[in-house]
């Protein structure tokens, strides 16, 4: 996969490519994507985020999770939601090669319940047998990363099972809950699902890996942080109506998103900048997908 690397420079390159999902795959997968560091050692923060499969093309290292604990990644990751920042440490040159898994995929690929897999790292091997290491072998020899997103996309669509209607319906109403207001209220997807408190935390463990109130929180961050980081609103206005005070804001984007608010807008990081580059890809990815 070292064909993939573009010509170093002496900063050492960063780079991200994303590439959509089939149309069929939208509602299950965000986009594939290749992330390159050309750099000896990387280190840096990606934000809260959807479960993902990575494919280590070069360089191996660790993810230093929001509670404290530590774990190696595999060649053929499957890294699982995360409920804050997240740091890796990598012993470069590092290229991943890798995919966000939605709720609706995680559950169609036969998952187990997502917050028992949240801020852990598995084995792709202890999922799917030998085909992982397969395909990383074959990403490996090809030029052209377009050629192993559609191999990707391939192999994931013949893994899919129908997921139960009641399943659709429930991540149907929590994205759009997600993603239609600045500060979701949890007492409107209670509404909007006629579910208790109960039985929605229960489904959003299973297919977001947490409760309602703290993925309202984690999707609140987010949003803030793209609206920071690309829209360059002013973030003092952000906090009136969402958060308690000034304070809390802070906080709230700083354990989501691993920046202050100062930093998002001055001194972004390398993925923290790349990253937002999803939130363009209008219509190409699910609405939560930009958001996320």
């Not at 997600?178 to 489904?203: H, I, K």
Request: proline content about 8%; glycine content about 6%.
């Amino acid at each position: 996969m070292q064909h993939y690397f573009p010509d170093p420079n002496p900063a050492g390159l960063t780079d991200l490519t994303y590439f959509p999902p089939p149309a069929a795959l939208k509602s299950r997968f965000g986009p594939s994507y290749l992330f390159t560091a050309d750099q000896p050692l990387v280190s840096d923060v990606t934000r809260a985020d959807f479960p993902q499969f990575r494919f280590m093309m070069a360089g191996m290292g660790d993810y230093h999770f929001q509670d404290g604990t530590k774990a190696q990644t595999p060649e053929c990751c499957l890294l699982g939601t995360t409920l804050g920042a997240t740091r890796m440490i990598v012993n470069g040159p590092l290229q991943a090669f890798g995919v966000s898994i939605l709720p609706l995929g995680w559950i169609a690929l036969g998952l187990k319940d997502a917050n028992l897999l949240a801020d852990r790292v598995a084995d792709m091997a202890d999922i799917f047998g030998e085909e992982p290491q397969n395909l990383l072998h074959a990403f490996r020899e090809m030029d052209d990363p377009a050629q192993a997103a559609e191999m990707l996309w391939t192999f994931l669509a013949a893994q899919l099972k129908p997921p139960p209607p009641s399943h659709v319906a429930f991540v149907t109403q929590c994205d759009a809950w997600l993603a239609g207001d600045a500060s979701p209220r949890v007492e409107a997807l209670f509404e909007a699902t006629g579910l208790s408190s109960r039985q929605a935390a229960r489904l959003a463990n299973r297919l977001y890996g947490a409760p309602p109130k703290y993925l309202a929180r984690k999707f609140r961050a987010l949003r803030c942080a793209a609206e920071l980081g690309l829209d360059h609103q002013d973030w003092m206005e952000m906090v009136e109506g969402a958060f308690y005070d000034q304070s809390h804001f802070i906080r709230e984007i700083k354990h989501f998103i691993g920046f202050t608010p100062h930093q998002l807008k001055t001194d972004p990081s390398p993925v923290a900048r790349l990253t937002l580059q999803r939130r363009a890809m209008i219509g190409a990815v699910a609405e939560i997908n930009r958001i996320s």
